[in-house]
T-cell receptor
Framework: EAQVTQNPRYLITVTGKKLTVTCSQNMNHEYMSWYRQDPGLGLRQIYYSMNVEVTDKGDVPEGYKVSRKEKRNFPLILESPSPNQTSLYFC?????????FGPGTRLTVL | KQEVTQIPAALSVPEGENLVLNCSFTDSAIYNLQWFRQDPGKGLTSLLLIQSSQREQTSGRLNASLDKSSGRSTLYIAASQPGDSATYLCAENTGNQFYFGTGTSLTVIP
C-alpha cells in the first residue's frame, strides 16, 4: 500500500531533550516536506526537500533540522525542544503534483 | 509572502444541500492547487488536484474550479451528507513550496 508513515504518533517530552520524528514514504517520491499545524494558524511548512541531499527552509524552520540521506526517509530533528514547539506535525511526499500526508505526530513539550 | 485565505471559516448546512467553499491565493504563478479533507485529530486526505492549466476537476459529488486570474478556487459539494462533516483545506503549490489556508469547518446536520 502506498503510504507515508511517521513515528512516533504521540510524544511527550521535556524542554531541551533532543528528539527525532521519523518519516518514510514508499512511493519513490522525490519531494518530501514537514509541516506543523497549530489552531488558528493552519499548516505551515517547516522544511522541504526536492531530492536526496537537497533541503530548503520553509516558512518556520527555526528550532528544527532535517536530513535527506535516502530518497524514502526524511527525519525531523529538534535539537533542543521548547514549549512553543508543541504542535501537530505532518510529513508529506509528492511525485511532482499531488501531496500525500502521513498520519501526524502530536508533540507536547513540557 | 504568499497568503491563502478560506472563507467561511465555519459552515453549517442541512443534509442534502449543495454548498460552495472558497479559497483565495495571492500568487498568480501557481503551479497547482489541491483540496484536502481533515477529520478531527486525523491526517489530510487529498480530494482534488487542479493543475494551473486546468479550469476544473470533478470526483463524484465534488467539483473544484480554479481561476488563476482572480486568484480563486472553489470546492462545490453536491447533495451534502453528514459524513461530509470535516475541515476542508486548500493548498497552493508554487513549484517547490506549499501554502495552506486555515480551512473551512463544515457541519452537515442530519
Amino acid at each position: 500500500e502506498a503510504q507515508v508513515t511517521q513515528n512516533p504518533r504521540y510524544l511527550i517530552t521535556v524542554t531541551g531533550k533532543k528528539l527525532t520524528v521519523t518519516c518514510s514514504q514508499n512511493m519513490n517520491h522525490e519531494y518530501m516536506s514537514w509541516y506543523r499545524q497549530d489552531p488558528g494558524l493552519g499548516l505551515r511548512q517547516i522544511y522541504y526537500s526536492m531530492n536526496v541531499e537537497v533541503t530548503d527552509k520553509g516558512d518556520v524552520p527555526e528550532g528544527y533540522k532535517v536530513s535527506r540521506k535516502e530518497k524514502r526517509n526524511f527525519p525531523l530533528i529538534l535539537e533542543s525542544p521548547s514549549p512553543n514547539q508543541t504542535s501537530l506535525y505532518f510529513c508529506a511526499s509528492s511525485g511532482g503534483s499531488e501531496q500525500f500526508f502521513g498520519p501526524g505526530t502530536r508533540l507536547t513539550v513540557l | 509572502k504568499q497568503e491563502v485565505t478560506q472563507i467561511p471559516a465555519a459552515l453549517s448546512v442541512p443534509e442534502g444541500e449543495n454548498l460552495v467553499l472558497n479559497c483565495s491565493f495571492t500568487d498568480s504563478a501557481i503551479y497547482n492547487l489541491q483540496w484536502f479533507r481533515q477529520d478531527p485529530g486525523k491526517g489530510l486526505t487529498s480530494l482534488l488536484l487542479i493543475q494551473s492549466s486546468q479550469r476544473e476537476q470533478t470526483s463524484g459529488r465534488l467539483n473544484a474550479s480554479l481561476d488563476k486570474s482572480s486568484g480563486r478556487s472553489t470546492l462545490y459539494i453536491a447533495a451534502s451528507q453528514p459524513g461530509d462533516s470535516a475541515t476542508y483545506l486548500c493548498a497552493e503549490n508554487t513549484g517547490n513550496q506549499f501554502y495552506f489556508g486555515t480551512g473551512t469547518s463544515l457541519t452537515v446536520i442530519p
